[in-house]
């Protein structure tokens, strides 16, 4: 059973920057996964930052950005602000219909 | 704009059934495919179904094969998931995804199994 790995918290400091990764319990991640990353807050609904792997949704800052490094999925978010703190979901396309997400990484920003 | 609206959880016993629905509005609903999408309470996402635009591929998750169906009606541009045999760990918010290129949420309606 393939299972998709994400840190399950990550701290940054105001300002800072992070990258969360996205990664599989076997194999490695490529663009062929259309790796997707979402924000969550309490609450809310999940909100989609970058889609595609580095395709940033309408709306989003330019300072959260997608990639793939070494066989993961990456997401960086440079100058963290407050209100990123959240949890952060990624996605992969597994073929076949069939999408498996991340357990989730909670962002803390102190 | 793309808008998705969940309706229909609500609690229901275990064993029983439930179904929800999702009004979509925005974009031409029948040429994408469509996706259910469950949290349970303090857990992470999980992907439950897909099914394809003009309705005639599924997929499901392991945990609810068997039980759940989802289907869609896209003179109504409606997509539903009936759940049959439901069991306390189906306990989550059900949100509705648009999945082709930048995933679209709807807000999620709570189902809770319990008697």
């Known amino acids: 059973q393939t299972v998709v790995t994400q840190e399950p918290s990550f701290s940054v400091s105001p300002g800072g920057t992070v990258t969360l990764t996205c990664g599989l319990s076997s194999g490695s991640v490529s663009t062929g996964h259309s790796p997707g990353w979402y924000q969550q807050t309490p609450g809310q609904a999940p909100r989609t930052l970058i889609y595609?792997?580095?395709t940033r949704s309408s709306g989003i800052p330019d300072r959260f950005s997608g990639s793939i490094l070494g066989n993961k999925a990456a997401l960086t978010i440079t100058g963290a602000q407050a209100d990123d703190e959240s949890d952060y979901y990624c996605v992969l396309y597994m073929g076949s219909g069939i999408w498996l997400f991340g357990g989730g990484t909670k962002l803390t920003v102190l | 704009e793309v808008q998705l609206l969940e309706s229909g959880g609500g609690l229901v016993q275990p064993g029983g059934s439930l179904r929800l629905s999702c009004a979509a509005s925005g974009f031409t609903f029948s040429s994408y495919a469509m996706n259910w999408v469950r949290q349970a309470p303090g857990r992470g996402l999980e992907w439950v179904s897909r099914l394809s635009g003009s309705g005639g591929t599924t997929t499901y998750a392991d945990s609810v094969k068997g039980r759940f169906t989802i289907s869609r009606d896209n003179s109504k541009n409606t997509l539903y998931l009936q759940m049959d045999s439901l069991r306390a760990e189906d306990t989550a918010v059900y949100y509705c995804a648009k999945s082709e290129g930048r995933w679209v949420w709807g807000q999620g309606t709570l189902v809770t199994v319990s008697s």
């Open positions: 595609n792997t580095n």
